[in-house]
T-cell receptor, first 115, second 115 residues
Framework: GAGVSQSPSNKVTEKGKDVELRCDPISGHTALYWYRQSLGQGLEFLIYFQGNSAPDKSGLPSDRFSAERTGGSVSTLTIQRTQQEDSAVYLC?????????????FGPGTRLTVT | GEDVEQSLFLSVREGDSSVINCTYTDSSSTYLYWYKQEPGAGLQLLTYIFSNMDMKQDQRLTVLLNKKDKHLSLRIADTQTGDSAIYFCAESAGAGGTSYGKLTFGQGTILTVHP
């Protein structure tokens, strides 16, 4: 079946502009995660959505970052007033409900470059 | 806080076994994972182990867990050139833990397989 998809695959933006990154999780998966991967910081957790519960936003690096998940499916990560240090690959993952909930499946990522 | 450490590089000859090591600090870790990342690609879940297990074997992959020493290893038997990639160790807490669902990753081990 289809895996996690993310769009766009690459995004180049100017410093100070806002960007939106999209994630389509695997159908039927109830949990959705955002991570980012950068040379300096490695792989970092950003935010976690589980069903209708309040999201765990503990990994968001600043209030310029926000995310929402509509209808329990698609998620959008928004970065306002982008800075050069936001340049990274943003990865989305989803996991199924029930006893397999610990298996996280990752999308191909969105490479964000802030110039 | 949680911390996961890996050695950065491993080079082996095709046909030999590879052993990638990882240490972690969070004693509440319930699930421990190995992910593989090929160039330009997302993360592929290779295997995982519950903290109440000592060993898990899956075809060419063997995971060993020493919970007392907080040490995890991944052995790849009969390593092939297609196994060349970055391998990430990760941990998460179980249900009920405050960090449930959130993966903490090591910095990754670059495995190079020589013909």
């Amino acid at each position: 079946g289809a895996g996690v998809s993310q769009s766009p695959s690459n995004k180049v933006t100017e410093k100070g502009k806002d960007v939106e990154l999209r994630c389509d999780p695997i159908s039927g998966h109830t949990a959705l995660y955002w991570y980012r991967q950068s040379l300096g910081q490695g792989l970092e957790f950003l935010i976690y959505f589980q069903g209708n519960s309040a999201p765990d936003k503990s990994g968001l690096p600043s209030d310029r970052f926000s995310a929402e998940r509509t209808g329990g499916s698609v998620s959008t990560l928004t970065i306002q007033r982008t800075q050069q240090e936001d340049s990274a690959v943003y990865l989305c993952a989803s996991s199924p409900p029930g006893h397999l909930s610990y298996e996280q499946y990752f999308g191909p990522g969105t490479r964000l470059t802030v110039t | 806080g949680e911390d996961v450490e890996q050695s950065l590089f491993l080079s082996v000859r095709e046909g030999d076994s590879s052993v990638i090591n990882c240490t972690y600090t969070d004693s509440s870790s319930t699930y421990l994972y190995w992910y593989k990342q090929e160039p330009g690609a997302g993360l592929q879940l290779l295997t995982y182990i519950f903290s109440n297990m000592d060993m898990k074997q899956d075809q060419r992959l063997t995971v060993l867990l020493n919970k007392k020493d907080k040490h995890l290893s991944l052995r790849i038997a009969d390593t092939q050139t297609g196994d060349s990639a970055i391998y990430f160790c990760a941990e998460s807490a179980g249900a009920g833990g405050t960090s449930y669902g959130k993966l903490t990753f090591g910095q990754g081990t670059i495995l190079t397989v020589h013909p």
